[in-house]
C-alpha cells in the first residue's frame, strides 16, 4: 500500500496547457516537499507547505497543502519544456518516530512537448 | 543554500567485486543521511537511515550485509554495495536534513549510477 498516492504517473502535454499533479493521503503529514528531478541527477526541492491550507507560488508553479495535511498539488501554468522532469511529492509524517524520514510519492513524469 | 556531494557519479564493476558511494554534507553537519535507489522512470525508494556514531536503520527487505552503511563523522557517510550482481545496478542517491526545525528540507546528492557487469 503506497502512503502517498501520487497522480498522475505520467503527463505528456503541449507547451502553453496548464496541468495539475495530486499527493493523496490518508494520514496527516507535518510537512510536505515538492521535488524536481532531471535524468541523471538528484531531486531538487521546490517548496515546502507545512501549515494546512497553505498556498505557496513560485513563479508558473502553485502549490496548496490541503486544510488536514493530507494532501498537495502542485499546478503548472502555461507549461513550457523546460518544465519537463520527473516531479515528486513527498512528506513527513505526524508523530513519525523515524526524524526526517520522508515518504515519497510514486512521482510523475511530465512531458511539455514544444 | 546547502549542498550534498556524492561521488562518484557513476562507476562500473564486475560481478562479485565491491563498490564504495560516499556521501557528504559540503557546509552543514548532518547528523542523519539517507540512502535511497531508484530504478528508472520510478520514484525514490528508501533502504536506510544512515546515524551518526551509530548502527544505520535499514529498510525492510534491505539486506545490511550487502549495502554497508558507515556514517563515521557527521559531514560523511558511505553506502558500500558488497559482492555486487547485475541486479544491483541502479541509481543511488543520498540525502541529508540540515537542521532540525519543523518542514526542514532534506538535500539531495547527485547520484551514483552503478552499473554491475
Known amino acids: ?114 | 543554500g546547502a549542498v550534498v556531494s556524492q561521488h562518484p557519479s557513476w562507476v562500473i564493476c564486475k560481478s562479485g567485486t565491491s563498490v564504495k558511494i560516499e556521501c557528504r554534507s559540503l557546509d552543514f553537519q548532518a547528523t542523519t543521511m539517507f540512502w535511497y535507489r531508484q530504478f528508472p522512470k520510478q520514484s525514490l525508494m528508501l533502504m536506510a537511515t544512515s546515524n551518526e556514531g551509530s548502527k544505520a536503520t535499514y529498510e525492510q527487505g534491505v539486506e545490511k550485509d550487502k549495502f554497508l552503511i558507515n556514517h563515521a563523522s557527521l559531514t560523511l557517510s558511505t553506502l558500500t554495495v558488497t559482492s555486487a550482481h547485475p541486479e544491483d545496478s541502479s541509481f543511488y542517491i543520498c540525502s541529508a536534513r540540515q537542521d532540525r526545525g519543523l518542514g526542514s528540507p532534506l538535500h539531495f546528492g547527485n547520484g551514483t549510477r552503478l552499473t554491475v557487469t
Request: net charge neutral; with cysteine.
Open chain 1, 1 to 114: 500500500t503506497q502512503l502517498l498516492e501520487q497522480s498522475p504517473q505520467f503527463l505528456s502535454i503541449q507547451e502553453g496547457e496548464n496541468l495539475t499533479v495530486y499527493c493523496n493521503s490518508s494520514s496527516v503529514f507535518s510537512s510536505l516537499q515538492w521535488y524536481r528531478q532531471e535524468p541523471g541527477e538528484g531531486p531538487v526541492l521546490l517548496v515546502t507547505v507545512v501549515t494546512g491550507g497553505e498556498v505557496k507560488k513560485l513563479k508558473r508553479l502553485t502549490f496548496q497543502f490541503g486544510d488536514a495535511r493530507k494532501d498537495s498539488s502542485l499546478h503548472i501554468t502555461a507549461a513550457q519544456p523546460g518544465d519537463t522532469g520527473l516531479y515528486l511529492c513527498a512528506g513527513k509524517r505526524a508523530g513519525g518516530t523515524s526524524y526526517g524520514k520522508l515518504t515519497f510519492g510514486q512521482g510523475t513524469i511530465l512531458t511539455v512537448h514544444p
